[in-house]
């Protein structure tokens, strides 16, 4: 079975302090991750995936098979950074997404 | 626009009655979604159909009901409402079979009172 774990249901960061959203799943093939962004009563938006290796608004994403791990990073975090990030797994062909529980960034002055 | 619209948005009602939430996406993916998000912000798939039939029912109370009268419609039925039914709803879709992303909805905060 499929599970993604975000084992931190706040983060609190100081604006300007670099952010880890960490992740993990835990899946015997080749999954594909994501991680999707809810700003404040906002919908669901897809951040980035793992295989587009991109960085979108200053955030990457590195999946470590070994450590069967997707940590969410920025160097610099801003105000407008504050949102859920849901962390999500899509495996072989079945069409389900898991998602992990959640985690809040908050982004202080 | 292209996107994946769902109404209503806000849907207050009482215990017992049954409701119905709409959806509808213009994208051209072949598969759509139900999630529900649980005061705790905890995303949990319910439904997925792909050209209308239905692929994933995960443990739901067959109160609840999806449809899908064709692959750009999923509309979700509750019958006999429950306190606990009171959250967030979304609608999703997709392509299937590269693993492309979900689009969402803005999702439909259903209060139960």
């Known amino acids: 079975a499929q599970r993604v774990t975000q084992p931190e249901k706040l983060l609190s960061v100081f604006k300007g302090a670099p952010v880890e959203l960490k992740c993990n799943y835990s899946y015997s093939g080749s999954p594909e991750l994501f991680w999707y962004v809810q700003y404040s009563r906002q919908r669901l938006q897809l951040l980035l995936r793992h295989i587009s290796r991109e960085s979108i608004k200053g955030f990457t994403a590195d999946l470590n098979k070994g450590e069967t791990s997707f940590h969410l990073k920025k160097p610099f975090a801003q105000e407008e950074d504050s949102a859920m990030y849901y962390c999500a797994l899509s495996a072989g062909t079945a069409s389900k997404l898991t998602f992990g529980t959640g985690t809040r960034l908050q982004v202080t002055l | 626009d292209t996107a994946v619209s769902q109404t209503p948005k806000y849907l207050v009602t009482q215990m017992g009655n049954d409701k119905s939430i709409k959806c509808e996406q213009n994208l051209g993916h072949d598969t759509m979604y139900w999630y529900k998000q649980d005061s705790k912000k905890f995303l949990k798939i319910m439904f997925s159909?792909?050209?209308?039939?239905?692929?994933i029912n995960e443990t739901v109370p067959n109160r609840f009901s999806p449809k899908s009268p064709d692959k750009a419609h999923l509309n979700l039925h509750i019958n006999s409402l429950e306190l606990g039914d009171s959250a967030v709803y979304f609608c999703a879709s997709r392509h299937t079979g590269d693993n492309s992303p979900l689009h969402f909805g803005n999702g439909t905060r259903l209060t139960v009172t």
């Open positions: 159909y792909n050209n209308k039939e239905l692929i």
